[in-house]
C-alpha cells in the first residue's frame, strides 16, 4: 500500500511497569502472586457516574450496558488501598524519580508540579471505578527514522488482572492492582508499519537503560492510534509482541480503506437503517437450529431487523477473517448476547432456506437488503440489536472512532467507544507535588543500552552479537565490575558465563543469588591465571550455590587441593597413549579427537581441553617418531 497517499497517521502508547519495590499509592510489594493464595475474596457492582460537569463519559456508559459482577482477590501483600476500604496514601517518590528520568532521556518539558487525577474506568479493573495517574512531561522527541514527537509521559497505576470471566460475572487479581506503570505516548508522526516497530523497539531499548522497569511477559504493552485520510481514529489496545506492531498497523489500514468503500456502496444504494425491530420467535418455533432452539428452550426471543441496502456488504471481507458482520456481532456481544445470524451467511448453522425466506417475508426484505438475527433472553436480545443498528447507521457515515482489541493474527475486535474529556476530575486524595530545578537536577540519566553495545565493542573488541547480548542484559554492570577489577580476564567467557551459565544454573533449581560479584571477580581472576580451566567454572560456581553457603576463596582452595599436578596429567596421557598403541600408528594425529575423549573424562575440571589436547598431540607424535 501507498501510506504517504493514504494519509496515514499512527502514534505508540506504551505503558511500562516500573521495578519499585512499593505501589504507587500505598506500601504494599509489587511482586504478583498465585490465585491460590488469596486469603480474601469480595465482589463489587460498578456504575458510570457523571463528570463534574454532568456528562457521563461515553466509554463508560457503553461499558455498564450490561451489568457484571466483579469479583476481588485479595492476599496478605495487599492492603485496604487496593480494597478501595483507605484513601491512598502519597504518590511513591522512588516511581517519580524513575518517571522524571525517562521525561530527561525523551527531552521533555516536565510540569511545574504534578498532580493525581482519576480516569474512569468501569470494565472491573479497578475497584474504585477508576484509574489514578498523573501527567509528568510533554513535548518532546525521538529520532528514529526522522523525528518522532513524544505528546505525553504520565505516572499511573497498573489495573487489576484479569483471571477469567463468564457471561455474569469477572474475577481480577489484585496483586497487580497499584503497581506503578508509565504511559510515554507519541504524536501522530509515524508514517508507515515499519517505523511503528522501530519506534515502540527505541522506547523499548530507553526504558531498559533506566535498568528500573519490571522484564517479563505482562510487563510492558503497546497500543496503536492509527487513522488514515477520510478514516478515523482507531485506538487498538494490548499489542504484547513487538514484531506484530506493523502487521496490526497494515491490517488496521486495509480495514478502514474497506469500510470506506461499504460507506461509498451504501450510499450509492441510498441504504438506509429503519429502528423497527420485530419479534421473530414465532417463525422458529420449530426450527432445527442447534443454537436457536437452545435459545427457545430457555424462554428466549428471536428479534430480526432488516438493514436497507446492506445486501452482500454485512458478509464483505474487511480484513483476514473480519467481516462487516464480525463488526456487528462485536457490538452484540457488548450488550451479553453470544452474537448475531445475518442473511448474507444464511441459510446455514441449522437455518433452513424456507426459514430465511419467510424472515424476509415477515420484514419485507428484497434481495439488496440484509436481515439480522439475535436470538436470546428478552433484554439482552433487544440491547444486542440496537447494539447493531447503531454500527449500521456508523457504516454509512464510514469509519468509527472506537477502541479495538489486538488479535493474534494482526486483526482486531471492537471494545468501546472512544474515550473523552469527561472520563478525568482531579483525584483530591493524593497532594500535589512540586518539580522544582532542583529536584530535576538530581536526576541523574544513565546511558543508553544503545549507547553502551557500541561502547562495549569499542573499549572490549566485542563483536557485535557479544556486545548486544550483554548490553541489553541484566548483567551489564556485572561484567564491566569483573572486566575492570580483572583486565586480562577474556570478556566472550564473562559474558558466557553471565548469560548462560549463570541462567543455566538457576533454570536447574541452583541458589544463584549466593554468587556475589566477588566470587565472580575471584574466579575470573584465576581463570586469567591459568589455575582454573574454563571447564571447571560451572563447577565451581555450583559448589557456592550448594548448603552449605560458602565463598568462592574456599572453594578455590578446595579445588586447589584436589587438582592433579602436570606430572600426574603427563603420566595419564602417557599411559593412555601406551595402552591405544596400534590406533595411534593406524591414524596418527587424526587419533587425537577419539583419546581426547577418554583423558577429559578424568581431567575435565581440572586443566583446559586445549592445554591437554596441545599435551596430547606432543605425545603422540613422539610416539609416531619412536
Do not use: W
Not at 168 to 180: A, C, F, H
Not at 344 to 352: A, K, R, S, V
Amino acid at each position: 500500500m501507498d501510506y504517504h497517499a493514504l494519509g496515514l497517521k499512527c502514534g505508540i502508547e506504551i505503558h511500562q511497569q516500573l521495578d519499585t519495590r512499593e505501589k504507587l499509592f500505598c506500601n504494599c510489594p509489587t511482586r504478583l502472586r498465585e490465585t491460590s493464595e488469596s486469603n480474601l475474596e469480595f465482589y463489587r457492582y460498578l456504575r458510570a457516574a457523571p463528570s463534574e460537569m454532568g456528562e457521563v463519559d461515553r466509554a463508560a456508559a457503553e461499558e455498564v450496558k450490561i451489568q457484571r459482577k466483579y469479583i476481588y482477590k485479595a492476599y496478605d501483600s495487599t492492603c485496604l488501598v487496593e480494597n478501595d476500604e483507605e484513601p491512598p496514601r502519597r504518590l511513591n517518590r522512588d516511581a517519580l524519580d524513575i518517571a522524571l528520568t525517562l521525561a530527561k532521556m525523551l527531552r521533555m518539558q516536565t510540569v511545574d508540579e504534578l498532580h493525581t487525577m482519576r480516569k474512569i474506568v468501569v470494565d472491573g479493573s479497578n475497584t474504585t471505578g477508576f484509574q489514578r495517574t498523573a501527567l509528568v512531561a510533554t513535548d518532546g522527541f525521538i529520532e528514529c527514522d526522522g523525528r518522532v514527537g513524544i505528546d505525553v509521559l504520565c505516572l499511573e497505576e497498573e489495573a487489576a488482572q484479569k483471571i477469567s470471566e463468564d457471561g455474569e460475572s469477572v474475577t481480577y487479581s489484585l496483586d497487580r492492582l497499584g503497581i506503578p506503570l508509565v504511559e510515554i505516548g507519541t504524536a501522530p508522526d509515524i508514517r508507515t508499519p515499519r517505523q511503528a516497530r522501530e519506534v515502540a523497539a527505541y522506547i523499548g531499548m530507553v526504558l531498559r537503560s533506566t535498568g528500573r522497569v519490571k522484564r517479563g511477559l505482562g510487563t510492558i504493552r503497546q497500543d496503536v492510534n492509527i487513522s488514515i485520510a477520510n478514516g478515523a481514529r482507531v485506538e487498538i489496545k494490548g499489542v504484547q509482541e513487538l514484531d506484530l506492531l506493523p502487521l496490526i498497523v497494515e491490517r488496521e489500514v486495509e480495514r478502514q480503506v474497506n469500510l470506506l468503500k461499504v460507506r461509498d456502496e451504501l450510499l450509492r444504494r441510498n441504504a438506509r437503517v429503519p429502528s423497527e425491530i420485530v419479534d421473530l420467535t414465532d417463525v422458529f418455533q420449530e426450527t432445527g437450529s442447534r443454537v436457536l432452539r437452545r435459545t427457545l428452550d430457555g424462554g428466549g426471543v428471536i428479534l430480526g431487523v432488516r438493514l436497507e441496502g446492506f445486501g452482500g456488504l454485512v458478509g464483505r471481507e474487511l480484513v483476514s477473517g473480519r467481516r462487516l458482520g464480525s463488526e456487528f456481532s462485536d457490538h452484540a456481544k457488548k450488550s451479553g448476547a453470544g452474537g448475531i445470524f445475518h442473511t448474507d451467511e444464511l441459510p446455514g448453522y441449522g437455518i433452513t432456506e424456507e426459514e430465511v425466506e419467510r424472515v424476509r417475508g415477515v420484514l419485507g426484505a428484497g434481495q439488496d437488503d440484509c436481515v439480522v438475527l439475535v436470538g436470546d433472553e428478552e433484554s439482552r436480545a433487544m440491547g444486542a440489536i440496537r447494539s447493531v443498528l447503531d454500527r449500521a447507521r456508523a457504516a454509512i457515515r464510514g469509519v468509527p472512532e472506537e477502541v479495538r482489541r489486538a488479535l493474534p493474527n494482526g486483526s482486531s475486535a471492537y471494545m468501546r467507544p472512544l474515550p473523552g474529556a469527561a472520563r478525568m476530575y482531579p483525584e483530591t486524595d493524593v497532594p500535589p507535588v512540586a518539580i522544582t530545578e532542583e529536584y530535576l537536577e538530581g536526576i541523574t540519566v544513565p546511558e543508553l543500552l544503545a549507547e553502551k553495545k557500541e561502547r562495549f565493542k569499542e573499549e572490549y573488541g566485542l563483536n557485535e552479537e557479544l556486545a548486544r547480548l550483554i548490553a541489553l542484559s541484566d548483567h551489564a554492570e556485572t561484567f564491566e565490575t569483573i572486566i575492570k577489577a580483572v583486565p586480562e580476564a577474556k570478556p566472550g567467557m564473562i559474558i558466557r558465563t553471565l548469560h548462560t551459565t549463570l541462567e543455566e544454573l538457576a533454570k536447574t533449581g541452583h541458589k544463584t543469588e549466593r554468587i556475589r560479584r566477588e566470587d565472580l571477580i575471584e574466579l575470573f581472576r584465576e581463570n586469567a591465571r591459568g589455575k582454573i580451566p574454563n571447564e571447571a567454572i560451572e563447577d565451581l560456581l555450583k559448589r557456592v550455590t550448594e548448603d552449605p553457603p560458602r565463598r568462592m576463596s574456599e572453594v578455590l582452595r578446595e579445588f586447589e587441593s584436589t587438582s592433579l599436578e602436570r606430572d600426574d596429567i603427563n603420566e595419564l596421557i602417557e599411559r593412555v597413549v601406551t595402552e591405544r598403541s596400534e590406533f595411534v600408528r593406524e591414524h596418527g594425529l587424526h587419533a587425537v579427537g577419539p583419546l581426547m575423549g577418554v583423558l577429559m573424562k578424568d581431567l575435565r575440571g581440572k586443566m583446559s581441553g586445549e592445554e591437554v589436547s596441545r599435551m596430547l598431540r606432543e605425545r603422540i607424535e613422539a610416539h609416531l617418531n619412536e
